[in-house]
């Protein structure tokens, strides 16, 4: 065999060289899942607030007792085994072998007991099974007894909804629930990396390497959560074309909430795959102020109905028909429990006189009405819009509408503050079907006055109203008591909605595989970096 020309010879061995170190750089990269998710993660405690982008990231990092399966059934996660007396009174949940928290302390009884009642402390739902609770103590680090006072049957319904009780160290978990936590020391698949984060544009997380998942293969919430990357990194993108761009340019792999507009244009880009969840849609809400004038009084509240057309939201926010929705139901349409008893002076056209009258009679003087418009949000910017045209369209209402960027709406809608002191009278938001689909999860009709979530109903029978929904044992009866429910609703007017959409989420199917199409928060575990 010829000799190779000595010049020739060491390009080769140099080129071989470069190649064999490119190969070896390539696999020493780290596996990054870059996302753009519908908001900024500024929050760093899901109980302390119930921005769905706070529970995204609770979910990232912390673990929790059940969670839902891809039908939506309760299944174990941190539990082991559990049984229930013959009674259905008492229950007794063992937890996994092996469970630690990120700082390597073992996840004991006690830490998911504290957790469970911080949470509980915020969510109607939580408050709503402490009723029924007659104790819960831990039998030692790994056994939970919790007896009832009366068989309730959505104890594991309640316990497996997404951020229920996520479970925080004993002592985050005795952090007054109306303050936020500091220290973030997860349970979960996942490390939050406090030193790259940069609110506004960033936030990073990483395998954790000593978090055991079950053994059952990922389904929705349930299931072994196996982290199959080493690093996510959500990135904040408040302009919905940015994000558009930058996935069809292949710079992210996972769009959480792409604009409607944009949908045919992802759906004919090479590499881009959309999905949605046969349960997963959003609901609209414009949120009232209970405890200042002019909401204070039911009657301003009732107007409101009188002023909004649904319709105009839709073609507005969501111009695709066949993603629309136009649903007068509080519970969600499509649900097992969709009713609009009630509903008639919503469904009716607008009319002005009517809600003038009404605004009257709640002692309305032409006082300035504080809205809060977020002005970063792709869904709630235009739907403020809508919301203030209508109300000005009315004549008789003076608005003053405060431009400010989603994350501020968030910190200042817990203020309960007169509106003049820094308080507020109107919000926008949205919250997924799901959670509004059973009465008692759904935290945004709670009437518990004080405790309640923001806007801070107020109504006792109420409240009785939808306990009697968690203890009736059929379906039949459930049905019955969420009509006598909508009913009531349609008279308190706690919020009024602006419709019903599904919006899939969009990922580079040529980049990554295994995404879970859950019908709310976002899992990222399953997922592998091709």
């Known amino acids: 065999m010829p000799r190779l020309p000595r010049a ?11 190649a064999i170190g490119s190969v070896a750089a390539s696999a020493q990269q780290p596996k990054t899942i870059r996302v753009a998710m519908h908001g900024d993660v500024r929050t760093l405690d899901p109980v302390w607030t119930t921005q769905v982008i706070a529970t995204i990231h609770g979910n990232m990092i912390y673990d929790q007792l059940f969670n839902l399966d891809a039908k939506l059934e309760p299944q174990p996660q941190m539990v082991e085994t559990w049984t229930v007396s013959d009674d259905r009174k008492t229950y007794v949940f063992t937890l996994r072998e092996g469970l630690k928290f990120h700082d390597g302390s073992p996840v004991r009884s006690i830490d998911a007991i504290a957790s469970f009642r911080r949470w509980a402390a915020r969510r109607n739902a939580g408050k709503l099974l402490l009723d029924f609770t007659d104790s819960i103590n831990a039998l030692d680090d790994r056994r939970i007894e919790w007896k009832l006072n009366q068989p309730y049957g959505l104890v594991l319904d309640t ?27 997860g349970s979960g698949p996942f490390l939050f990396k406090r030193d790259e984060w940069v609110p506004g544009s960033k936030t990073v997380y990483v395998k954790n390497p000593n978090y055991i998942p079950r053994k059952e293969p990922a389904s929705g919430h349930a299931g072994g959560k196996t982290v199959k990357v080493d690093r996510v990194e959500f990135l904040w993108m408040a302009d919905p074309q940015t994000a558009q761009s930058a996935l069809i340019n ?53 107007a409101m109905l009188s002023l909004i057309n649904i319709p105009d939201y839709l073609n507005t926010v969501v111009a695709d028909k066949k993603l629309q929705k136009l649903c007068y139901s509080y519970f969600g349409c499509g649900t097992p429990m969709e009713t609009d008893a009630g509903a008639e002076p919503q469904k009716a056209a607008p009319d002005y006189k009517r809600a003038e009258q009404l605004f009257k009679e709640a002692g309305y003087k032409g006082e300035p009405i504080t809205i809060l418009h977020a002005t970063d949000h792709q869904t709630i910017n235009p739907a403020n819009q809508v919301m203030i045209q209508q109300m000005r369209k009315a004549g008789f209402l003076k608005l003053d509408a405060q431009a400010m960027d989603w994350g501020a709406v968030v910190a200042r809608r817990a203020k309960k503050d007169p509106p003049a002191q820094g308080g507020w009278n109107i919000f926008l938001t949205t919250a997924p079907v799901l959670g509004l689909s059973n009465p008692v999860t759904h935290s945004w009709i709670g009437m518990s ?3 309640a979530n923001v806007g801070w109903p107020c109504n006792a029978e109420f409240e009785e109203v939808r306990k009697s929904w968690g ?28 419709g019903q959409w599904v919006n899939p989420v969009a990922y580079r199917e040529d980049r990554i595989s295994g ?7 976002p899992p990222m575990w399953n997922i592998e970096k091709k």
Not at 8 to 18: F, G, M, N, Q, R
Not at 253 to 280: C, R
Not at 516 to 521: G, I, M, N, R
């Open 471 to 498: 203890l009736a044992r059929t379906i039949e009866d459930r049905k019955k008591i969420a009509v006598d429910l909508s009913k009531r609703l349609y008279a308190e007017v706690p919020y009024v909605s602006f």
């Open 515 to 521: 995404v879970l199409a859950v019908p709310s928060v």
């Open 8 to 18: 020739i010879a060491t390009l080769s061995t140099v080129a071989l060289a470069a």
């Open 250 to 302: 292949g710079e992210i792999d996972y769009l959480e909430n792409p604009q409607i507009d944009f949908l045919p244009m992802l759906e004919s880009t090479p590499g881009v795959k959309l999905i949605n969840h046969a349960a997963h849609g959003t609901m609209g809400q414009i949120v009232l102020n209970h405890l200042h004038p002019p909401f204070n009084n039911v009657k301003a509240r009732q």
């Open 449 to 451: 006055c004080e405790k």
């Open 159 to 185: 316990l497996a909804q997404t951020g229920t009780g996520f479970v925080m160290r004993e002592k985050e978990a005795k952090t007054d629930p109306f303050q936020q936590v500091q220290e973030v020391v």
